[in-house]
């Protein structure tokens, strides 16, 4: 079966633009979590979106969001990039707080 | 507050030398405890879920245990395809259904051969 797909992954991009990153969950599946991974932070949580819904939300900017469509699908974007958002992101999928499968992530470089 | 706290933060062990990591957490209402492994670059691997104080998992080289404040990662004569970032994750109940995992920093294991 599929796993999660993460698309781009890689991306580059200049302070002060705005950057779309799309995350794929394994079928059947309704739960995304978005992270965002840096190396003396380690994973920090973004938000989760369950059935189109965001269910839980952590501690970033505004200028975070994301959303997620019919088909479980979602995206995120971050808007006005600042060289602190260099990072890897990732998205997890589960069927509902069970056993959450990552994908490869989008290694963001904001330059 | 939830927190997590994994130890070592690295180890580099000989093929063949068996430890433990250990993770440390306080948080409210565990539902469950998270193992994964990462290889640089990539994300997360799932490699268990404990559930219960007492309980205990196997996979090839790893065992993984919990009791009510600590999980244990045991590594039993390692490879060096054992290299990897070990993290650890506990599930507080949030308000509703609002459950979150509370992340380590991870230990990162080399394994020498």
């Not at chain 2, 268990?48 to 993984?64: H, N, P, V």
């Not at chain 2, 045991?74 to 506990?90: F, M, N, Q, V």
Request: proline share 5%; aromatic share 10%.
């Amino acid at each position: 079966k599929a796993g999660v797909t993460q698309t781009p992954r890689y991306l580059i991009k200049t302070r002060g633009q705005q950057v779309t990153l799309s995350c794929s969950p394994i079928s059947g599946h309704r739960s995304v979590s978005w992270y965002q991974q840096t190396p003396g932070q380690g994973l920090q949580f973004l938000f989760e979106y369950f059935s189109e819904t965001q269910r839980n939300k952590g501690n970033f900017p505004g200028r975070f969001s994301g959303r997620q469509f019919s088909n479980s699908r979602s995206e995120m974007n971050v808007s006005t990039l600042e060289l602190g958002d260099s990072a890897l992101y990732l998205c997890a999928s589960s069927l509902d707080h069970y056993g959450y499968t990552f994908g490869s992530g989008t290694r963001l470089t904001v330059v | 507050e939830d927190q997590v706290t994994q130890s070592p933060e690295a180890l580099r062990l000989q093929e063949g030398e068996s430890s433990s990591l250990n993770c440390s957490y306080t948080v409210s209402g565990l539902r469950g405890l998270f193992w994964y492994r990462q290889d640089p670059g990539k994300g997360p691997e799932f490699l268990f879920t404990l559930y219960s104080a007492g309980e205990e998992k196997e996979k090839e080289r790893l065992k993984a245990t919990l009791t009510k404040k600590e999980s244990f990662l045991h590594i039993t004569a390692p490879k060096p395809e054992d290299s990897a970032t070990y993290l650890c994750a506990p599930q507080g109940e949030g308000a509703g259904n609002n459950r979150k995992l509370i992340w380590g920093l991870g230990t990162s294991l080399g394994v020498n051969p």
